[in-house]
């Protein structure tokens, strides 16, 4: 009987670590907040990591996060919560990356946002466009290989407890006359602004002290 039950604990086992396996949901502890998210999900983004004040995703390797005579776009998702006693303030995005084009008329964009939901008052949410730097120099080929690059930002401020946030990136490159266009993304950095929430009795000491203040200040008055 023993002999019999040894293949289903096996099965049993493997089905337990495939399961495990399929646990896609990651979470990264940032002292007074954390950041989930699905790893299945993170697509052009790449693996993301944490920084001093918030997450950094990488976007470089193969194929990278690079558009070569081509649009090409992306999604990450995350979800940010506050740790007890703190509070959410602000989310600053910032991104870098590197272009090259040869033929006057070919051309490179980047565009996209980031939209911030409050999942404590679901019907709060920001949406803020990304703000590029315009990518009007024109490259080609010389003596030298040479890449231009580009910068992007944009902030969205919101105050909560649990926020969903989601940046959307599109890259565009579009060659003319038989010309070439890439244009890559390098670095995605999104820094997380956190508050601590003053605790009930902190409260009540400041309309004490307040209080006391105002009585003083009455005394003097009718003394007067």
């Known amino acids: 009987m023993f002999n019999q039950l040894k293949p289903l604990a096996a099965l049993i086992a493997t089905a337990l670590i495939s399961t495990s396996a399929l646990a896609a949901t990651q979470t990264l502890d940032a002292g007074n907040y954390t950041i989930s998210y699905d790893d299945s999900f993170l697509g052009l983004f790449g693996t993301p990591t944490l920084t001093a004040s918030g997450i950094s995703f990488a976007t470089g390797g193969v194929p990278g996060f690079t558009a070569v005579n081509s649009v090409l776009e992306a999604t990450v998702s995350l979800t940010i919560t506050a740790d007890a006693g703190y509070k959410l303030t602000s ?18 964009f980047v565009g996209g946002n980031l939209t911030v939901q409050d999942l404590v008052n679901t019907s709060s949410s920001v949406i803020k466009d ?12 010389n003596s ?3 890449v231009s690059t ?12 649990k926020a969903a946030v989601s940046i959307f990136d599109v890259l565009g490159a579009i060659p003319a006359n038989g010309g070439y266009a890439s244009i890559g993304k390098t670095n995605v950095i ?21 209080g006391i203040i105002g009585a003083v200040a009455r005394r003097r008055r009718i003394g007067a």
């Open 91 to 108: 989310f600053n995005l910032g991104e870098k990356g590197s272009y090259f084009k040869v033929d006057n008329s070919s051309s490179v």
């Open 190 to 210: 999104l820094d997380v602004g956190v508050a601590a929430v003053p605790e009930p009795q902190s409260f009540a000491m400041l309309l004490a002290g307040l």
């Open 150 to 161: 580009w910068n992007a930002s944009t902030s969205a401020h919101l105050e909560t407890a």
């Open 144 to 146: 030298q290989f040479h």
């Open 130 to 141: 990304i703000v590029t730097v315009p990518l009007t120099d024109t490259t080609t080929f």
